[in-house]
Nanobody, 121 residues
Framework: QVQLVESGGGLVHPGGSLRLSCAASTPIFSTYTMAWHRQAPGKQRELVAQITSGGIANYADSVKGRFTISRDNAKRIAYLQMDSLMTENTAVYYC???????????????WGQGTQVTVSS
């Protein structure tokens, strides 16, 4: 139903920056909670940052102060600005969209295909 397409990943040196983008197809984008998760090789997928439909942001402690999540509802895009990148930030980053359906009372979750972020010297 909801297509999510990530972009902006790539190779960057330690201390560098990247901005990830997540373009959503749904016309009711503004009602979704958007989030970024990541999965490093051999590790479990973890939540990196989340922003509610009301614009409230939350971050994993490991990225707080360095990463910033934002959204542009008019463009239907969620962003993750990543500054002061470190080698341990290397992972596949996934965009996620969640919405609680009022009628079914079921949370619908959608995921993008992921974009690779590699931090290396």
């Amino acid at each position: 139903q909801v297509q999510l397409v990530e972009s902006g990943g790539g190779l960057v040196h330690p201390g560098g920056s990247l901005r990830l983008s997540c373009a959503a197809s749904t016309p009711i984008f503004s009602t979704y909670t958007m989030a970024w998760h990541r999965q490093a090789p051999g590790k479990q997928r973890e939540l990196v940052a989340q922003i509610t439909s009301g614009g409230i942001a939350n971050y994993a402690d490991s990225v707080k102060g360095r990463f910033t999540i934002s959204r542009d509802n008019a463009k239907r895009i969620a962003y993750l600005q990543m500054d002061s990148l470190m080698t341990e930030n290397t992972a596949v980053y996934y965009c996620n969209a969640d919405r609680k359906a009022a009628i079914s009372r079921t949370t619908r979750s959608y995921w993008g295909q992921g974009t690779q972020v590699t931090v290396s010297s």
